[in-house]
T-cell receptor, first 121, second 109 residues
Framework: NAGVTQTPKFQVLKTGQSMTLQCAQDMNHEYMSWYRQDPGMGLRLIHYSVGAGITDQGEVPNGYNVSRSTTEDFPLRLLSAAPSQTSVYFC????????????????????FGSGTRLTVV | GQQVMQIPQYQHVQEGEDFTTYCNSSTTLSNIQWYKQRPGGHPVFLIQLVKSGEVKKQKRLTFQFGEAKKNSSLHITATQTTDVGTYFCSKNNFNKFYFGSGTKLNVKP
């Protein structure tokens, strides 16, 4: 049981390049999401998915695309990287709101990946 | 906005002193979660509070949910160097989970 696996751990891109950050979970979690973390700004939600085939925007979706073709995988695509996208990116997963009983996620909360540190020059 | 407000932003304590971080929302919360992130690490789920006035304890950590479900607090008794990190609260709004900006705790040995 590996939990949430993110690759790569580090990446340097040139402005305008595209890339995909990979995220995979083996816990059969229905809910997956992507966050970016910048100094002093906490975690900001980029996109999320409540199940395979369903995605939606978070607080800061511009410049990012996602897809959810399987329960396990939730890749994040940067179409044309910009220096403003320099950040640490975290993927997270959890049981869905509907299947967890009282409150959100029951007593489980999010499981986060170890993060991808992205620098755009 | 959608986020929850956390204070203080930073807290420096001597080992053995107590520590408290507060999380406030302008709207009533259905629940609130707390996470800890060690330096260089990723956030780790600590606990979820659901009921008005709820108090939960985990060893030296005490979590409270306000009666009006608009605020929450995390209190650490007799801090240790292993408590160093950033503590985040998180709220959800229709499948979207928003995090506060966090309280960074530094513990001097």
């Amino acid at each position: 049981n590996a939990g949430v696996t993110q690759t790569p751990k580090f990446q340097v891109l040139k402005t305008g390049q595209s890339m995909t950050l990979q995220c995979a979970q083996d816990m059969n979690h229905e809910y997956m999401s992507w966050y970016r973390q910048d100094p002093g700004m906490g975690l900001r939600l980029i996109h999320y998915s409540v199940g395979a085939g369903i995605t939606d925007q978070g607080e800061v979706p511009n410049g990012y695309n996602v897809s959810r073709s399987t329960t396990e995988d939730f890749p994040l695509r940067l179409l044309s990287a910009a220096p403003s996208q320099t950040s640490v990116y975290f993927c997270a997963s959890s049981y869905s709101l509907l299947s967890s009983g009282q409150g959100a996620f029951g007593d489980y909360g999010y499981t986060f990946g170890s993060g991808t540190r992205l620098t755009v020059v | 906005g959608q986020q929850v407000m956390q204070i203080p932003q930073y807290q420096h304590v001597q080992e053995g002193e107590d520590f408290t971080t507060y999380c406030n929302s302008s709207t009533t919360l259905s629940n609130i979660q707390w996470y800890k992130q060690r330096p260089g690490g990723h956030p780790v789920f600590l606990i979820q509070l659901v009921k008005s006035g709820e108090v939960k304890k985990q060893k030296r950590l005490t979590f409270q949910f306000g009666e009006a479900k608009k605020n929450s607090s995390l209190h650490i008794t007799a801090t240790q160097t292993t408590d160093v990190g950033t503590y985040f609260c998180s709220k959800n709004n229709f499948n979207k989970f928003y995090f506060g900006s966090g309280t960074k705790l530094n513990v001097k040995p």
